[in-house]
């Protein structure tokens, strides 16, 4: 039986709070239950109607999220309610009871074009993993179906998945032209039949790598907990939007100098560093003044 884990996420709506979990609880689709008549067909969202506060139930992918009534804050229990999904999801009861239609889920994917001109990001209706994943060769991405099928492809060189969307970097022998609608037809089909994506041991393995990244920060110097703090709420978001991810590596507090590894279309970007100068570099030196002299960018 696998052993399920909750991770406590704030949202950007004070009221609404994700508890992520470490394997995927639903098949390819969202739910959402305003009320316990709508949760029928849910027995984790009716026994989270019983709690007075909750307001609405989101069921989907890897998480429950949770709307709350303004009676209670968030603060005083949301132990109490991770602890309660945690002995739920560990009972072995089901969180939704999922009609086997037989037809392929409903599935938009579109191609966006990034800064780099050797990475299309191509986009989905919905989250297809919970965390970012880079493979580099076809070895790397055992642990990953999609990430091996688009291997297959001769033109393509590295694979970056996060959250909803597929970031692939291709060798210069092809043309975006001549090649993105084969890319997005297979990667719709794919996650249209209900594949696994990434397998849930390498999920298990990337929530652990975090949680040890998280528990590292605890005995970093103040400075570097800042520029995470910045990079993961200025940064990332613009970075994600581009088709690639930026990581903290290093602070050295001799030479002010701030490391951090990019990922995705980021990676072998031509006009990363232009990014790093200008955006990252002069925001990091804007918000920390002299503790900052230097962005160096390592790609992934």
Excluded at 52 to 75: C, D, M, Q
Excluded at 96 to 117: H, Q, R, S
Excluded at 156 to 162: A, P, S
Excluded at 169 to 174: G, N, Q, R, S
Aim: negative net charge; charged residues 25%; aromatic residues 10%.
């Amino acid at each position: 039986m696998k052993a399920y884990s909750i991770s406590v996420k704030e949202t950007n709506n004070p009221a609404v709070l994700k508890f992520e979990t470490n394997h995927f609880i639903t098949k390819n689709t969202n739910y959402e239950f305003k009320n316990i008549d709508e949760a029928k067909n849910s027995p984790l969202a009716q026994q989270l109607f019983h709690l007075p506060f909750i307001k609405t139930v989101y069921i989907s992918g890897n998480f429950i999220g949770l709307e709350r009534y303004n009676i209670i804050e968030w603060a005083d229990v949301q132990e109490e309610v991770a602890q309660q999904l945690a002995d739920y999801l560990n009972s072995g009861d089901p969180v939704v009871i999922e009609e086997e239609t037989g037809k392929k889920v409903p599935i938009t994917v579109y191609a966006e074009v990034t800064p780099n001109p050797s990475v299309m990001k191509f986009v989905c209706n919905m989250h297809i993993v919970p965390a970012t994943f880079e493979f580099k060769n076809i070895d790397e991405a055992k642990d990953s179906k999609l990430a091996m099928r688009l291997f297959q492809f001769p033109f393509v060189k590295e694979v970056f998945l996060d959250e909803n969307y597929v970031s692939v970097t291709k060798y210069d022998v092809a043309e975006w032209n001549d090649v993105t609608m084969e890319l997005r037809d297979m990667i719709r089909e794919f996650i249209a039949d209900g594949n696994e994506v990434v397998s849930e041991n390498s999920i298990a393995a990337s929530k652990t790598a975090s949680q040890k990244t998280y528990t590292t920060t605890d005995f970093m110097d103040e400075t570097s907990k800042q520029i995470i703090d910045i990079l993961e709420e200025y940064v990332k978001p613009a970075v994600a939007s581009d088709g690639g991810n930026i990581l903290f590596q290093s602070y050295e507090s001799e030479s002010k100098t701030v490391n951090v590894i990019l990922q995705g279309a980021c990676s072998g970007c031509p006009s990363s560093t232009f990014t790093l100068k200008n955006g990252i570099e002069t925001m990091l030196k804007n918000m920390l003044g002299d503790k900052v002299n230097e962005v160096v960018a390592l790609n992934g």
